[in-house]
């Protein structure tokens, strides 16, 4: 039997009990501690919510600590998190996911079944889309954690090979590539990660309609994967490159379009035009097409495309003089 901890990162938002409550009714071997790292930068005026999170866990509470993570993000919280655990292995779900109901003995047959040169082993993700209908944009978004390589949703590491990695890199702020960046350090120092057999359950969550322009904030992210990885890290981490180049063209045809003379502004308004609609349109297609999808989508696709814009170069002057990593040998 192999013995583990649970760490999960949260800003205790009301997908929280839930998460808890799934980890308690979970059949198997209880995890040794659950360390929950309460990462709101101010936690202090909504004290009760962690409370009642804490109150779904059962006979789990007596294990379970609660630290501040001092609003850092998830990477430095899950970093706050695996200092206190001890034992040999750790799982870091989202605190939005639900594992499922055997989630507990097939956490521990994962690493049973491991071979001693793996690093990690993935949960496998499902992400409920509705029926009846298409998926929306924001939901079809979510549906790609299921594909995702080595995702923190539900991903299970040994403590030691964190450990001597260095833990996941605080300069990620964001949800965005801190798993991948953990990943590749350890591939490229001879571990290996697998994906298991345990299920977790990921619902898409409710967001504002503005959510995908906020989330563009993540392509500073991008500009510091290539420093640490090189431009080739999308290939090795096997993810989409997205549209930054599109952007970067459709962005540049809106700024020349406006300041230019009136022929080349004409075309350059044209440019803009065309390459906004076909990025609505990519949008569009496979979603349900309703009225506020439509809305939404129109008016997310005219702000994405200068907001990704800004990131990318914000984060590549940000991160400018960060060193690329060498290849590690364990």
Not at 10 to 31: E, H, K, M, S, Y
Not at 163 to 186: V, Y
Not at 291 to 315: F, K, N, Y
Request: hydrophobic share 40%.
């Amino acid at each position: 039997m192999t013995s583990y901890a649970v760490v999960i990162p949260t800003l205790v938002r009301d997908t929280l009990p839930d998460c808890l409550a799934a980890l308690a009714a979970a059949t198997g071997p209880r995890p040794d501690q659950i360390v929950l790292v309460d990462d709101r930068p101010d936690p202090v005026p909504s004290p009760d919510a962690m409370g009642h999170a804490l109150g779904v866990l059962g006979d789990l509470r007596g294990r379970t600590t609660v630290l501040a993570g001092g609003g850092r993000g998830p990477a430095a919280a899950r970093n706050r998190g695996l200092r206190a655990v001890t034992a040999p292995w750790v799982a870091f779900p989202h605190d939005d996911v639900r594992v499922g109901p055997h989630w507990c003995a097939e956490l521990v047959r994962d690493p049973a079944e491991a071979s001693p040169d793996t690093a990690g082993v993935q949960g496998v993700i499902t992400v409920p889309l509705p029926g009846g209908r298409r998926p929306t944009d924001w939901e079809r978004g979510t549906d790609r954690l299921a594909r995702a390589r080595w995702t923190t949703a539900d991903m299970a590491y040994r403590t030691e090979a964190l450990k001597r990695a260095g833990g996941f890199d605080e300069r990620f702020s964001r949800p965005r590539h801190e798993d991948a960046d953990l990943a590749l350090r350890l591939l490229d120092a001879g571990w290996r990660i697998r994906r298991g057999h345990r299920t977790t359950l990921h619902p898409v969550r409710p967001a504002s309609r503005w959510a995908s322009v906020v989330r563009q904030r993540g392509s500073a992210d991008d500009a510091l994967m290539c420093r640490l990885h090189g431009p080739d890290w999308w290939d090795k981490a096997v993810a989409p490159r997205g549209r930054i180049r599109r952007h970067a063209a459709i962005t540049a045809a809106c700024v020349l379009g406006a300041t230019g003379h009136r022929r080349a502004a004409t075309v350059c308004a044209l440019g803009w035009a065309a390459g906004t609609a076909e990025f609505a349109r990519a949008r569009i297609g496979p979603g349900p097409r309703t009225r506020d999808e439509v809305t939404t989508v129109l008016a997310t696709s005219v702000a994405i495309p200068p907001a990704a814009t800004w990131h990318r170069p914000a984060g590549a002057w940000r991160h400018r003089r960060t060193p690329a990593r060498p290849a590690e040998t364990r």
